[in-house]
């Protein structure tokens, strides 16, 4: 009996999978911004933080990411579009598309 021409193609969850490299390029250009600014930050708080102090400097933290997250979420799209299309990040891409 020949072999059923109605087989589902194999499940590839690009969208999902292209979310989770937006959020992991996300993660390390906001940690690539924004780390010079903590170091200093960490650098200035007593050896005994009071809480006093530790509000002060998550205030400044704060202060310091803030206009940085649009540049790193653009990056992170950026990088993901780029790395997708010249099909270097696994799951999307060119190469995907001519293996099937």
């Avoid at 010079?36 to 002060?56: F, S, T, V, Y």
């Avoid at 979420?73 to 293996?99: E, K």
């Amino acid at each position: 009996m020949p072999e059923s021409t109605n087989a589902r193609p194999a499940f590839r969850p690009r969208i999902t999978l292209m979310l989770v490299y937006v959020a992991a390029f996300f993660f390390c250009y906001c940690l690539a911004l924004v780390a010079p600014g903590l170091i200093e930050i960490w650098q200035e708080l007593p050896q005994a933080p009071g809480a006093a102090d530790l509000e002060r400097a998550e205030q400044t933290a704060m202060r310091i990411a803030r206009p940085r997250l649009g540049l790193a979420l653009a990056a992170a799209v950026v990088t993901t579009a780029a790395g997708g299309s010249a099909g270097l990040l696994p799951g999307l891409g060119s190469r995907d598309d001519q293996a099937s």
